[in-house]
């Protein structure tokens, strides 16, 4: 048994298949089957079955690949930690985020911690809440930036920030001059939601349901991104209820008006999630001690 072989025994789990796994390590399928039976001869017993014309884990597969993986991440983490020691290599920080921390918030940050860390590279990955978490428990990323429900308690959750929403109209609008609107108002007007599934609005409908007006908002138009949402308020297509990062640069350069709406107040929490590792990158340590000032 060697390393190798656990890392191609995590790769045929992942991928479900003997002949994807042998197509994304450049080899071929007997000499992937090969090392699946090393395996299973050092351990005394079948890490596979075959149900249907599908390869599934055997009860000892299931219990040997959490260990596979965490054998296989500790060895990279240390050649990675004795070859930057030595100055061979150079610090990269794969970071994960969703898609609104990630186009919105973290190229500002990164930009300043770069500055103070020159040194130090990154790696950015971002996509919807639950692939990136996804990618942090197969250990393809370091942290993630994430501001949907974290539902795994295996991984470590730290709040680091709060963002506001907040409703957004054109400045030809009716409210384009209104400081504060009261929220019986809201339904007068066409609202233009993200899409069903989206965390945000998911989160307005709740506050919105609570309050009673929800069931009130008849005219709606659903787009599937924050720019397209933007560029329509702009044109004066609706008004929409927008995480705050996302509008800045709209409302200070006065292509957008922030309304306030009476005793409303809508804030979601921003999170940085980990998982519990004994042995972490070096750059890292220092990543973290900036976001927590």
Request: hydrophobic share 40%; proline share 2%.
């Amino acid at each position: 048994m060697n390393i190798e072989s656990l890392k191609m025994f995590c790769l045929v789990v992942e991928e479900g298949t003997i002949s994807q796994a042998a197509r994304l390590s450049f080899v071929t399928q007997p000499a992937v089957t090969r090392q699946i039976r090393q395996l299973e001869e050092a351990y005394k017993t079948q890490l596979f079955k075959r149900h249907s014309g599908k390869l599934i884990l055997s009860k000892a597969g299931e219990l040997l690949y959490p260990y596979a993986k965490e054998i296989v991440e500790y060895t990279k983490l240390s050649f990675d930690a004795i070859q930057e020691l030595n100055g061979n290599e150079e610090i990269v920080l794969n970071i994960g985020a969703s898609y609104t921390l990630g186009e919105y918030l973290l190229p500002g940050i990164l930009g300043e911690f770069s500055r103070n860390y020159p040194d130090l590279k990154f790696s950015l990955s971002i996509g919807n809440t639950p692939t990136i978490l996804a990618k942090l428990e197969i250990n393809e990323i370091d942290i993630a930036f994430v501001e949907g429900a974290v539902n795994n308690d295996e991984l470590i959750r730290e709040k680091f920030a709060e963002d506001e929403l907040i409703l957004v109209t054109s400045l030809t609008h009716a409210w384009g001059k209104k400081e504060q609107i009261n929220i019986q108002e809201l339904p007068e007007e066409k609202m233009i939601w993200r899409e069903a599934n989206s965390g945000t609005r998911l989160i307005v409908e709740a506050a919105l349901s609570e309050l009673g007006v929800l069931e009130e908002i008849k005219s709606t138009m659903e787009l599937g991104s924050y720019q397209s949402i933007k560029n329509a308020v702009e044109a004066n297509l609706g008004v929409s209820i927008l995480p705050k990062l996302t509008v800045t640069k709209e409302i200070s350069n006065g292509s957008l008006h922030e309304v306030k709406i009476k005793n409303l107040l809508i804030s979601r929490d921003l999170w940085m999630v980990q998982k519990s590792h004994r042995f972490k990158k070096s750059g890292l340590k220092y990543f973290l001690q900036f976001i927590r000032q």
